[in-house]
């Protein structure tokens, strides 16, 4: 065994370890599987794909690969590569925003640009995109099973949905980009924003897991309607936690959508509620100089409950991705789907 | 027909005009196929990515996937789109090479790191390499060929040859990183770099065009060599332009590596010949202070014919490559891929 490049994190809340359960023995493999994957042979690139596999941490994506596999069908020997696969896509768009973020801090760690510099992050985002591309492409060999019948589950469903997903979190990320500092956009364009840059690839984790497990179609689609809901979800509460959270909890930089000028939910329900006036206002203060935002906008969010309705349309996506899965079959791994809804809103980090 | 995305450059040179000639249809096909491909709806992600092409400039990767084709086997609808795939991880790695080089000028345009900043121009980055692998995984669907015999023109081999390519060329990139202000480097290790870093993309473009033409494996292979050898080329005749060429023709600001402290292979050779009281001098110039190290290492240059060393060396790997496609049937495609060779060690640009 290698060395261990993805060593299990201390800090993973003891809630969604035991969400995770029915599938615990599975989500180690797939740790393995990266370790062995990943080591490159050059010492400095090992160490910073090391460190940036620190930087991740709930392992939701492959976790929801593997429930969803579970959930829905049969155990299929692909299921632990593509789970790696998107964690892969999901730890190197960590390692990107980092540097978009200008982020220090992540998970109680210094970021790869704080440690190293932009230069490394953004190569280093890069090689784990590649190679999240290299796993996914790899299943025919490990499965054996290109062609025939069982052509639909070759390598090419996971690399054309992988790269979809990536596409629509760049997608929403260079979207989230040009509206920085408008803060008039309305709910539905935030939604549109954060369903790409979020909800694509968990939505995907899920489709995979069900399509590879040999679910039936409408199946695989409730399983990516699920993850689509659930990741707007998760989006929202981030996004909540960013402007309400504890530093020291969450254990990473926090207020800096406000810093970096990003329109969020609670903020787009203010602006909406206001009179002409008070948005000239609080334009002012959302552009002008100083980092400290957050303080000062607390009377503004107290006095529109601004929080609480955020908190409210998170609560609703989650409970409209129960909805998705309640004809599944009643199993651990159902069950986890269900608690996941619950979990991604009640979060503290 | 879609807004030109790709519109054709104005300064490509006429030599290179003359060597793609025999697929010059084929490769608007290409421009083409990628203008529509790339529109995104978003009026904001469409501009930054039309930029970014007009960045690219020689289409040689696309050039090389057509002609390999068809110096080998037969024409394959799958070509064009995988010539815009290489393509698109092309001009991603130029938007991303820009935010680490911090250059500002490429082509005679500002880059997008310039124009926009380098958030934005690692969002398009990643945007582009999506892309990419979006549109090597939808060769099938295209071609309608996935399956049975012809199992082996699937959209797998494209995708884990394209991410494989990619992974080698942020290895590639990092290991470079690592290796800055570090001019004791030997010429194999730079060798090794530059392998991954630029030779990858060029060996997989020839690649690609071979077996999906349907050339026999051993046809695959020495294309793959010929690619390996013309990309080393390739770059040590750019390492030499960014020593001794002229902003005004290549339209990029050079003298970078020297200012990013990066081993190239004249400044290794004068390293490896001079004396260990000249290498400590040496040394203090390079990581010293001030950005007009171009100037004050000539005459060290000078002194160990590095230029010529360096040139000599371009030239073997070129002639390298030509001998690999020897046996290939005399044809168009066959002279302009003997005839790439030359360019790619005479280009001012």
Known sequence: MQPAITEQR?????????????????????????????????????GLIRHGFRL???????????????????RHPALSR?????????VATLVHDDVLDEADLRRHLATVNARWDNETSVLLGDYLLARSICLAASID???????????????????RAIAEAARMMCEGELRQAASRGNFQIDEQEYLDIIAGKTAALIACSCQLGAHYADAEPDVVERLVRYGHNLGIAFQIADDLLDMTGDEAV?????????????????LIH??????AEERRSLQKVLTGDGNHRRKTLQPWFERYGAVEYARRRAAAFAQAARREIEPLD??????ALRGLTRFVVDRES
């Open 56 to 74: 991740g941490g709930k392992k939701l994506r492959p976790a929801l690969v593997l429930l969803s596999g579970q959930a829905t069908g049969s």
């Open 141 to 159: 060999s490990s499965s054996g099973e290109v062609g025939g019948e069982d052509a639909h589950l070759s390598c090419a469903f996971a690399c």
């Open 330 to 335: 009643r199993s651990p791994a159902a069950e």
């Open 82 to 90: 593509l789970a790696g696969a998107v964690e892969l896509i999901h």
């Open 10 to 46: 201390a800090d993973m809340p003891s809630s969604l370890k035991a969400l995770y359960a029915p599938v615990a023995g599975a989500l180690s493999d797939v740790e393995d599987l990266l370790a062995a994957e990943l080591s490159s042979g050059h010492a400095f690139v090992d």
């Open 250 to 266: 969450a254990g990473k930089s926090l207020g800096t959508d406000l810093d970096k000028q990003k329109p969020t939910l609670p």
């Open 270 to 275: 203010v602006m909406q509620q206001a009179s």
